[in-house]
């Protein structure tokens, strides 16, 4: 059975930092691209980061770029967020997802981030 289990979020002042982690299980870990979303309140869910499976090749929205770094560590079955820099327009929950196909989605239960002073 595929389970993603996000943890590391928390209440963090602008421009603090938090890394979060993704524990990933019943699956061949290093042979999937592994990706970040995340949804703010009243807003659709977006893409924040991707990661290919040997960790070769990531990619960033352009609202994090410089500031957010996703690895993978595929000897603990985990993706991680380095999240640096943070600003109050970060706030939302934080889902770790992976897909088969073109549109079959694994999702996490999610882990809230909220940047505030």
């Known amino acids: 059975q595929l389970q993603l289990v996000e943890s590391g979020g928390d209440l963090v002042q602008p421009g603090g930092s938090l890394r979060l982690s993704c524990a990933c299980s019943?699956?061949?870990?290093?042979?999937?691209?592994l990706s970040w979303y995340r949804q703010a309140p009243g807003k659709e869910r977006e893409l924040v980061a991707t990661?290919?499976?040997?960790?070769?090749?990531?990619d960033y929205t352009d609202s994090v770029k410089g500031r957010f770094t996703i690895s993978r560590d595929n000897a603990k079955n985990t993706v991680y967020l380095q999240m640096n820099s943070l600003k109050p327009e970060d706030t939302a929950v934080y889902y770790c997802?992976?897909?088969?196909?073109?549109?079959?989605?694994?999702w996490g239960q999610g882990t809230q981030v909220t940047v505030s002073s």
């Open positions: 997802n992976t897909r088969r196909g073109s549109s079959i989605d694994y």
């Open positions: 019943g699956f061949t870990f290093s042979r999937y691209t």
């Open positions: 990661i290919t499976g040997t960790g070769g090749r990531t």
